[in-house]
Structures are given as structure tokens and as C-alpha cells.
């Protein structure tokens, strides 16, 4: 009986060290989506801010615990599609909850949540949409590369005058 409870108390150790183990190996992921309350006053604000700086909005519908919406995420900041990003967009993140939240946003915006998240909506900078993900392009971003949001960063950014549309850097 001695033996077992020894034995015992061994896994329960081990069991204790491995949790801790992998929860340093994988630190949790941060919050990317804000309290779904605050997405209308983001919105209105990234609005003010694109028409000022001649910029489009772009809105990203997902949830933090979504995996493909952090991998997005990760694309959004990589060196590659951060200077387009910030140079022709203003970034708006919309929590859609478990689904439950923003769906009326969603529905404006032409957003079948049904088909998955990440979804992406380019507005102009009067709030005109110029285009919504209605297939679930992103909702399999996991499996992608950064070069398919650098590819539709560079399509839906707008044209400065005196640039090309396939100039990254213009």
C-alpha cells in the first residue's frame, strides 16, 4: 500500500511539473480583440482618423480565441506587411464574441460570420464598403502564408496619386 502511495504522489509530481512545463513552453496568447462594447466607438474613431490621413479602414472580425485570428495578427505585424499596413490603413478590431457579438456590425459590412473568422472588410475612409470576405478567405490563415495578406493589403489599399497599385511602397 506504501508502494502505491508512493507512486502516486510520483505521477501527481510529475503531472504538476508537466503542466508548468508547458504552460511556460507556450505562453498564453494576448488579447487582440477588445470588449465587443467598444467596437461602434473604435469604428468612429478609425474613421476620423482614415479621413484625415487618406487612409482606408480596415476591419478585422474574429475573437481571442481564435487561433487563425492571432496567426492574422502575427501576419498584421511582420515586417513585410506592417509599413502597408499602416501606411493605407487604419486597423479596427471587432470581437464577435463566440459569434453572439457585432453580428449586426457583421451583417452591415456583408460578413457571413457563418463562413469563419478571421474576416476582413475594407471600408473607404467615409465608412463606403469597398469590400467584404463573404468565403471564409482568411478563416484558414493557420495554413497560409503572410505573403496571402501582403497580397491583399497591396490589392485593397488605396491609390496615391502619381502611384501605381502594384507599388508596395508608394
Known amino acids: 500500500m506504501k508502494a502505491l502511495r508512493f507512486l502516486a504522489l510520483r505521477f501527481l509530481t510529475l503531472g504538476v511539473a508537466l503542466a508548468f512545463a508547458s504552460a511556460a513552453a507556450y505562453p498564453a496568447t494576448p488579447d487582440i480583440y477588445p470588449v465587443p462594447s467598444q467596437a461602434r466607438s473604435d469604428l468612429a474613431a478609425a474613421l476620423r482618423t482614415a479621413a484625415a490621413g487618406h487612409k482606408r479602414v480596415l476591419l478585422d472580425f474574429g475573437g481571442n480565441w481564435c487561433p487563425d485570428c492571432h496567426v492574422l495578427d502575427r501576419y498584421f505585424h511582420d515586417s513585410r506587411n506592417l509599413p502597408i499596413l499602416n501606411a493605407n490603413f487604419v486597423l479596427v478590431h471587432v470581437n464577435v464574441g463566440r459569434m453572439d457579438a457585432n453580428v449586426d456590425l457583421a451583417r452591415r459590412y456583408g460578413i457571413p460570420l ?47 496619386p502619381g502611384c501605381s497599385v502594384v507599388d508596395a511602397s508608394c
Open 114 to 160: 457563418s463562413k469563419g473568422v478571421p474576416a476582413l472588410a475594407v471600408l473607404s475612409s467615409s465608412g463606403k464598403l469597398l469590400y467584404s470576405q463573404t468565403a471564409g478567405q482568411f478563416e484558414d490563415m493557420r495554413n497560409m502564408e503572410s505573403s496571402a495578406l501582403t497580397a491583399f493589403l497591396i490589392k485593397w489599399k488605396p491609390v496615391k
